[in-house]
């Protein structure tokens, strides 16, 4: 029913930002609890950042807290990820994720260099 299109990641330095969008198809964005993942090369994906309907609940991971910060636009079907202070260890495709009813983006690649 809705459709994710992550955009916005790049090639950074460590200690840089960016800012990821997922954009998503469809009225019913609104009605949606929306999250973010990444997955390194070898690794499992991860949980990143969640974020309510409405907005007004918020959950990161501990490996982002401090530096990340997940928020939403419903008047524009969109959800973000502003990545502060990146490291290394950020390096990874991210993932956003329409968590009921379970349907994911096809990703954005985000590497930090050192």
């Known amino acids: 029913q809705v459709q994710l299109v992550e955009s916005g990641g790049g090639l950074v330095q460590a200690g840089g930002s960016l800012r990821l969008s997922c954009a998503a198809s469809g009225r019913t964005f609104g009605s949606y609890d929306m999250a973010w993942y990444r997955q390194a090369p070898g690794k499992e994906r991860e949980f990143v950042a969640s974020i309510t309907w409405s907005g007004g609940s918020t959950y990161l991971a501990d490996s982002v807290k401090g530096r990340f910060t997940i928020s939403r636009d419903n008047a524009r079907n969109t959800v973000y990820l502003q990545m502060n202070s990146l490291k290394s260890e950020d390096t990874a495709i991210y993932y956003c994720?329409?968590?009921?009813?379970?349907?994911w983006g096809q990703g954005t690649q985000v590497t930090v260099s050192s």
């Open positions: 994720k329409a968590i009921n009813p379970g349907i």
